[in-house]
T-cell receptor, first 110, second 122 residues
Framework: RKEVEQDPGPFNVPEGATVAFNCTYS??????FFWYRQDCRKEPKLLMS???SGNEDGRFTAQLNRASQYISLLIRDSKLSDSATYLC???????????FGKGTLLTVNP | GAVVSQHPSWVICKSGTSVKIECRSL??????MFWYRQFPKQSLMLMAT?????????EQGVEKDKFLINHASLTLSTLTVTSAHPEDSSFYIC??????????????????FGDGTRLSIL
């Protein structure tokens, strides 16, 4: 089983749609969780950290369920500029190294 | 915000050449930097953890004699791909943590990534 698994995608949605990404992780000792976005041929950029209580940043809402080892990201009112690959990232271990999911490609269409 | 600079951004060279990639934290000190590799349509894979003033920690399957890491200062880590071959062609990305040492603050500080280096070996 992969350490971090994401929806394989790709997702194609119209502008204004709500889209949800799902992610599961295998290491129950994982301690920190993030969503990054990566544009084509660019470096990953932090979108948001994910907390057990759930957190929201504008149109983006992240949820964490430690019991199920499940992380989600919800994007409301999607924009063209949201088109990117969304990476689920988990951190843990003695050096808090990051483990990346394969990513889910989102394309928002006009 | 925290900025990590990576250089060069693109390298094309012949098989057998050694290539050095630099990773600098521009406005913060990074005791730990990380080196990743990403093949097309694949996830980022951690290659090694670079610790200032000590030897790097390599992930399983990564040859430490082929991928030499030096972290001589708190703002600079280098990765040298020695005698590169076409199969080493990939996107190499470094990252650095910004903030207090892990032991004091835990691991929830995000990492900041360099722009990446696209390496093509002919």
């Amino acid at each position: 089983r992969k350490e971090v698994e994401q929806d394989p995608g790709p997702f194609n949605v119209p502008e204004g749609a709500t889209v949800a990404f799902n992610c599961t992780y295998s290491n129950s000792a994982s301690q920190s969780f993030f969503w990054y976005r990566q544009d084509c041929r660019k470096e990953p950029k932090l979108l948001m950290s994910v907390y057990s209580s759930g957190n929201e940043d504008g149109r983006f809402t992240a949820q964490l369920n430690r019991a199920s080892q499940y992380i989600s990201l919800l994007i409301r009112d999607s924009k063209l500029s949201d088109s990117a690959t969304y990476l689920c990232v988990v951190s843990g271990g003695s050096n808090y190294k990051l483990t990346f999911g394969k990513g889910t490609l989102l394309t928002v269409n006009p | 915000g925290a900025v990590v600079s990576q250089h060069p951004s693109w390298v094309i060279c012949k098989s057998g050449t050694s290539v050095k990639i630099e990773c600098r934290s521009l406005d913060f000190q990074a005791t730990t930097m990380f080196w990743y590799r990403q093949f097309p349509k694949q996830s980022l894979m951690l290659m090694a953890t670079s610790n200032e003033g000590s030897k790097a920690t390599y992930e399983q399957g990564v040859e430490k004699d082929k991928f030499l890491i030096n972290h001589a200062s708190l703002t600079l880590s280098t990765l040298t791909v020695t005698s590169a071959h076409p199969e080493d062609s990939s996107f190499y990305i470094c990252s650095a943590r910004d903030g207090p040492p892990i032991l004091l603050a835990g691991g929830n500080q995000p990492q900041h990534f360099g722009d990446g280096t696209r390496l093509s070996i002919l």
